[in-house]
């Protein structure tokens, strides 16, 4: 059975997650003007690895990526998956930690820390002890609860822009692409597309949809960014650690019954943060599980992950550590998010050429 | 079964949990929600005015709770500590700056406000012209059973006019960082018969207060932010006629870093009253000549201050490259040479035909 509809919603749902947090910051911090040229950078390599990894894998039929690997000999295992599996990790803690601080930093100034990032961990390994298809399932219900209402707040969050912020439109200076802050903007380019390399066998999904779930993400890649350029200027967005937090918090509607919009759009995001953490979840104990300790059930493994998890997330202490583990973080990044769609395409083609011969 | 029955005492567990968003919380009727926010500055130390409605049985009371101390924080901490409920400024609507804090600079209060988000970055921000102990006394002592007056002052279905300036706390906090846009903040004063009366705007450039404006002059800059100035009523020679909507066209041009502003503002208006026997041409020319005065004389009078609130920088930032453009205020604003042209349609007169 096609289920194509299912990744389609679990791929626009994460990203969206992911972008509308640190992507705009990020992105306003690493240019002063024309900040579609960083973006659009950005896109053309999410569908690089995007059709890479598509193509690579449309030569094993009902395999994901560790069967690949694990045929594919010892090494090129240990070579790809190795650096997968910690890179899911770090993923994991820095979006808990992240998020949690964002948490407390935006609305709930009184609570405890260890609360919020329990809260985030129990609730999203909960939801990976089900299973894959139980997230995927959440994601279809919380899509028709949560999505209108994202789509309203960009919408409206068009309300105080001034479109003459939007010049100067050209940027001579391409030295945002060594910026460490447009480094960690591939976070919310590359973050979670490879899950479409682990869900094939469960739920199966034609290319083509997956290749226009992406092509729906385009606008918001580039909305998250321009709404707040657009309102403040980008004099004023890059002194925000949050931009997008800080306009729709601007948004000013009389007939509305509620008077922040801010809460109901930050805690949608982090209802989707929630998908993404427990779907690495998942991915993390699918490799553990398949490579290294096949005997023990996977619902043990997720519990010992997150608990694993959470005992280091307690010790990172404040915000600026954060940032710093995103910058160590980042050159793992890069190295899986190109080296894993590349290398499953090289096998892929190497496949093809022996079914030929 | 036995899977079901755990699966009902993770989730009641789970619970348990969902506690952590009411950390250390306050029932709401522990709370003091003030609507109204006065600041002001005396040597060093800020005095804070918080107004407070408090419901009786079917009106609702004000009062007004008062602090001194070195922050906002720090004040609100202290009046918290001696009132019988928390302070909570989630709902502070509307921010009063007394006038030599305003002069002196707002900055730092504003960038406070913006970091810790207690105020809502939506708040209107006002700046009293009067002593502001008075002010907010009177606010207490006269304040009508309905609600609170400056609140009503502001909203914009209910005391509202076109000369009034509506700015936010995000807009103010824009201003101080932004290379080509300012604010105008309305200033108010205790009224002889009314209770607030509005006597025009303050110019807010970086944060501080540099020049005045009067109401009708904050009616252009109203119409230059795209706020529609319908139902404001223009009083000339001839007569008197209602404004029914504005729409503007602004073309720019840079020739040897000299800034040029073309500016066309048409204005749709509806006769009201007349005096002696003026034709509709009259009275359009008289409209366009008072407005095309007006602008001038404003126009002339910011450019002293360099402070930009009609946001005409914004229509340069094609041609200005961004490294230059953190000096518009201070070399090109100054040459900017404008050429503001009103063009007066009148819609209809009334039930009255034309005078001939």
């Known amino acids: 059975m096609d289920k194509s509809l299912y990744v389609v919603i679990m791929y626009i749902l994460t990203h969206i997650g992911l972008i509308l947090f640190l992507y705009p910051g990020n992105i306003i911090d690493s240019s002063s003007q024309g900040h579609w040229i960083p973006i659009v950078i950005g896109i053309i390599v999410h569908f690089i690895i995007l059709f890479l990894l598509l193509t690579g894998l449309d030569r094993f039929p009902h395999q994901d990526i560790i069967t690949i690997y694990l045929r594919a000999g010892k090494l090129v295992t240990f070579l790809f998956l190795f650096p997968t599996l910690l890179y899911f990790f770090m993923a994991n803690i820095i979006t808990v930690r992240a998020y949690s601080e964002v948490v407390t930093i935006v609305f709930l100034s009184n609570t405890p820390l260890w609360a919020i990032m329990a809260l985030l961990l129990i609730l999203s390994c909960y939801l990976a002890t089900k299973g894959v298809e139980a997230i995927f399932r959440t994601g279809i219900l919380l899509f028709l609860f949560l999505f209108p209402l994202i789509c309203f707040i960009l919408v409206v969050a068009f309300q105080n822009v001034d479109w003459h912020y939007v010049y100067p439109l050209w940027n001579d200076d391409f030295s945002f692409l060594t910026d460490s802050s447009y480094l960690r903007s591939f976070f919310a380019i590359g973050g979670v597309f490879l899950f479409i390399g682990f869900v094939r066998p469960i739920i199966p999904y034609k290319r083509k949809k997956v290749l226009l779930a992406a092509v729906a993400l385009i606008p918001i890649f580039i909305i998250s960014v321009y709404i707040p350029v657009l309102t403040f200027g980008q004099a004023t967005a890059s002194t925000f650690l949050f931009p997008f937090v800080m306009t729709v918090d601007a948004i000013n509607l009389t007939w509305l019954m509620f008077d922040r919009l801010t809460m109901f759009f930050l805690l949608s995001i982090v209802i989707f943060i929630l998908l993404f953490i427990s779907l690495v979840l998942w991915m993390s104990v699918r490799i553990i599980n398949k490579c290294l300790l096949p005997t023990i059930k996977p619902s043990y493994l997720v519990i010992a992950v997150s608990l694993i998890i959470y005992i280091i997330c307690l010790w990172i202490p404040n915000w600026s550590d954060v940032e710093q583990l995103f910058k160590w973080n980042t050159s793992l990044r890069f190295y899986v998010i190109f080296g894993v769609p590349i290398s499953i395409w090289i096998l892929g083609v190497k496949a093809r050429k022996e079914d030929e011969s | ?356």
């Open chain 2, 1 to 356: 079964m036995r899977c079901k029955k755990t699966g009902i005492w993770l989730f009641l567990f789970l619970l348990v949990f969902m506690m952590s968003g009411c950390w250390d919380t306050r029932d709401i009727n522990h709370r003091v929600m003030p609507v109204v926010l006065g600041i002001a500055k005396d040597s060093d130390q800020y005095k804070v005015f918080l107004q407070i409605p408090h419901p009786q049985l079917d009106i609702i009371q004000t009062k007004v709770v008062i602090g001194v101390g070195e922050t906002i924080n720090e004040i609100v901490d202290d009046i918290s500590a001696d009132m019988e409920s928390s302070v909570d400024l989630l709902h502070v609507k509307v921010i009063v700056i007394d006038r030599h804090l305003a002069e002196e600079g707002v900055k730092d209060l504003i960038s406070g406000i913006m970091r810790s988000r207690d105020v809502s970055s939506k708040a209107l921000v006002a700046i009293c012209n009067d002593d502001i102990d008075q002010f907010f006394e009177s606010m207490e002592k006269n304040t009508s059973p309905g609600g609170t007056t400056l609140l009503d002052f502001f909203e914009k279905n209910a005391g509202w006019d076109p000369q009034i300036a509506l700015t936010r706390v995000w807009q103010v906090y824009r201003s101080i960082h932004s290379y080509t846009r300012d604010v105008a903040i309305p200033m108010l004063r205790l009224g002889d018969t009314t209770l607030v009366e509005h006597v025009g705007s303050a110019v807010i450039k970086n944060g501080r207060m540099v020049e005045e404006i009067n109401a009708n002059e904050t009616l252009l800059y109203n119409a230059f932010n795209g706020e529609s100035t319908q139902g404001k009523i223009e009083v000339l020679n001839e007569g008197s006629v209602l404004i029914l909507g504005n729409t503007m066209k602004h073309t720019s041009d840079v020739q040897d870093g000299k800034p040029f502003l073309h500016s066309k503002i048409k204005l749709d208006v509806m006769i009201l009253e007349t005096k002696g026997d003026p034709t509709p041409k009259m009275i359009e020319k008289g409209l366009e000549k008072l407005l095309t005065g007006r602008l001038n004389r404003m126009f002339s009078k910011l450019q002293v201050s360099e402070a930009d609130i009609l946001g005409l920088g914004q229509f340069f930032r094609k041609e200005i490259p961004r490294m230059n453009l953190k000096e518009w205020r201070s070399k090109y604003y100054k040459n900017l040479s404008t050429d503001f042209v009103v063009d007066v349609d009148i819609q209809n007169s009334g039930n009255l035909k034309n005078p001939d």
